[in-house]
T-cell receptor, first 109, second 111 residues
């Protein structure tokens, strides 16, 4: 079993839709959880960073962590064509970031 | 004023050659990393340096040798390049275990 599982998609939604992206993990030692966004031919950029279970909101983005289920989510409200990218979940193992495979999202106008 | 910059952006070379990729960060971070992203977009840690000291060395062939001349630089030298080395290599930096900031990658193609 991989340490971090993420459905690669692709996921296609119309503009304005609510998007839900998810990851599961197997290592209960993971403590810090991140979501990165990667546009084509660019490096990953940090979107959200959380430590504890619960929700964290930043504009149209909400990150949710459920440590008891080893499940994290990223919600995007009012999705825009500019949100079209690959979304990667990541979590720390020691000092190394362990990434999911990424979910490719396409938002059509 | 790019935060994490890598050179070159593209590298096309023959199998068996030796090549280097350079990375510099101007964020004042103390930890730098090399990641490999394969054709399926899977991003995997290769090395990590903290204050010029190697702290992570995942199962990477010893043809790959990182070098950190100072805290702001981390270079990657690859000997005897193989077809399977074709990938995008990303440099990243962080302050301790704070979130990592990534460069835009070096696209390596082996002919």
């Amino acid at each position: 079993q991989k340490e971090v599982e993420q459905d690669p998609g692709p996921l296609s939604v119309p503009e304005g839709a609510i998007v839900s992206l998810n990851c599961t993990y197997s290592n209960s030692a993971f403590q810090y959880f991140m979501w990165y966004r990667q546009y084509s031919r660019k490096g990953p950029e940090l979107l959200m960073y959380t430590y504890s279970s619960g929700n964290k909101e930043d504009g149209r983005f909400t990150a949710q962590v459920d440590k008891s289920s080893k499940y994290i989510s990223l919600f995007i409200r009012d999705s825009q064509p500019s949100d079209s990218a690959t979304y990667l979940c990541a979590m720390f193992r020691g000092t190394a970031l362990i990434f999911g495979k990424g979910t490719t999202l396409s938002v059509s106008s | 004023d790019t935060a994490v910059s890598q050179t070159p952006k593209y590298l096309v070379t023959q199998m068996g050659n030796d090549k280097s990729i350079k990375c510099e960060q101007n964020l004042g971070h103390d930890t730098m990393y090399w990641y490999k992203q394969d054709s399926k977009k899977f991003l995997k840690i290769m090395f990590s340096y903290n204050n010029k000291e190697l702290i992570i060395n995942e199962t990477v062939p010893n043809r790959f040798s990182p070098k950190s001349p100072d805290k702001a630089h981390l270079n990657l030298h690859i000997n005897s390049l193989e077809l399977g080395d074709s990938a995008v290599y990303f440099c990243a930096s962080s302050l301790g275990t704070q979130p990592q900031h990534f460069g835009d990658g070096t696209r390596l193609s082996i002919l």
